[in-house]
């Protein structure tokens, strides 16, 4: 069975090569990017799902000479992240609280290709009410079909090309699943000929041309314990292939062809909020989690009903923001809106900052971060064990910005909750 696609083969690839840079000097990291060419943006956190750009060198500074307003579109509201693929950026949006849509607008100009739309629209609880009911997880795009995730948990697949849906699945009519409390935030994972997603009330495995469910596990009854928020990560931990899959209340790894877990240990977090996709650090895990702390575990297979240990665990905690890993460092945006700094060897924190604002997305180059911070400033960050080192900033949205930042090459798109901005490095 085929079960890497060509984007993810260069992204196996293109993660060798990272791993290479990073464990040079940070100006070798840098010349090393050189070398490795654009990609496209086609899920979450990009091409290899973790964060890091590949493609054109980033300035060495960010003002307003240095980034050009190219295009914006007005949008209904949403969080998910713009996805990038051949000439078109796809987005979605929820309007008037009925239905969702995705649309594909032209890469240079911004004007819509396609639009296609579902009934799909929820309330959130009321403690949540304030960040909106809208649209959450970000699309993947392979092999000129696009996947979506409705709130209602549906998904859905469409010609990339033309916007004509191929198939839709309801899980919770699949599997007779209660309504997910805050809808279906997690987004897909495409891997060869199968897409994987957190769905259902637990972790689902569908065929990529069909929609057909070839296998549901880790299903915990769906509801509050079922509305999933970390996106699984596909990597190899000792030799052994495998998906990380954070839940609500644990932290497992899934084969992706049998679904059965080679191990799994428990998270803690306030009300299940495990919201970050867990990162890989040198054969070991780092996650982050609102009212747990921060975790680096160590996974040992062969040790059967230990497979795995706490390396160690640091009381500082992460919130939504995936955290971005640089030179044995993880760079993480808090809880309490600071960002910070920690060593992975040792669990200790080298900085943190004053209070910024209540998220980041972070994408990162070298020994760069480009940071967006939910208030439209965007930061351009030189990771440093040392000190905060701030090397620009500038305003590139008056709106809130909750979506995952997107750079492609020269191209930086940002998702604000009315629309979305195409920028581009000069």
């Given at each position: ?6 984007i ?32 496209e943006w ?26 050009q ?46 639009q ?8 959130v ?28 948990d ?10 004509k ?11 007779e ?20 997603v ?42 052994t ?18 679904g ?47 497979a ?57 180059q ?6 967006l ?8 960050i ?27 090459d020269?191209e930086?798109?940002?998702?604000d909750?009315?629309?979305v ?6």
């Amino acid at each position: 069975m085929n079960t890497r696609t060509p984007i993810q083969s260069f992204g196996c690839a293109w993660i060798i090569a990272w791993s290479i840079a990073t464990s040079a000097s940070p100006a070798q990291a840098v010349d090393d990017v050189k070398a490795i060419a654009p990609v496209e943006w086609n899920q979450w956190r990009g091409p290899a799902r973790d964060g890091f750009v590949s493609g054109s060198l980033w300035p060495d500074a960010l003002d307003q000479s240095r980034l050009q307003k190219l295009w914006r579109v007005d949008l209904g509201p949403g969080y998910s992240g713009p996805i990038v693929a051949g000439q078109s950026v796809f987005v979605t949006e929820t309007r008037d609280k009925k239905t969702e849509h995705i649309r594909a607008l032209d890469r240079k100009t911004g004007k819509e290709l396609w639009q296609s739309g579902w009934d799909g629209a929820m309330s959130v609880p009321f403690f949540a009410s304030s960040n909106g009911s809208w649209i959450r997880a970000t699309p993947a795009i392979d092999e000129g079909r696009i996947f979506v995730a409705g709130m209602r948990d549906l998904l859905v697949c469409f010609d990339a090309l033309t916007g004509k849906e191929i198939w839709k699945v309801d899980f919770m009519k699949a599997f007779e699943s209660p309504l997910p409390a805050f809808g279906f935030v997690s987004s897909p994972l495409v891997i060869g000929d199968f897409v994987y997603v957190q769905a259902g009330g637990g972790f689902v495995k569908l065929e990529k041309a069909t929609g057909a469910v070839v296998w549901r596990v880790m299903v915990d009854g769906g509801g509050m314990s079922g509305s999933a928020f970390s996106s699984p990560y596909l990597t190899t931990l000792s030799g052994t292939r495998q998906i990380l899959v954070q839940g609500r209340e644990e932290l497992a790894g899934v084969d992706p062809d049998k679904g059965n877990a080679l191990w799994k240990t428990p998270v803690e977090a306030f009300r299940g909020m495990n919201i970050v996709t867990p990162t890989v650090f040198e054969n070991r895990i780092f996650t982050t989690s609102y009212g747990g702390g921060s975790f680096l575990f160590s996974i040992d297979q062969a040790l059967a009903d230990k497979a795995v240990s706490s390396v160690w665990r640091n009381k500082i905690q992460g919130y939504m923001s995936s955290p971005i890993i640089i030179n044995q460092h993880a760079y993480i945006h808090l809880r309490n809106q600071r960002f910070a700094c920690l060593d992975l060897n040792t669990g200790k924190e080298a900085w943190i900052t004053t209070p910024f604002g209540s998220y980041w997305s972070m994408v990162a180059q070298g020994d760069r971060i480009l940071a967006l911070d939910e208030t439209g400033d965007l930061r351009l960050i030189r990771a440093s064990p040392e000190k905060y080192d701030l090397v620009g900033e500038m305003k590139v949205s008056e709106k809130p910005s909750w979506a995952h930042l997107v750079v492609v090459d020269d191209e930086i798109y940002v998702r604000d909750l009315e629309g979305v901005t195409a920028w581009q490095w000069k």
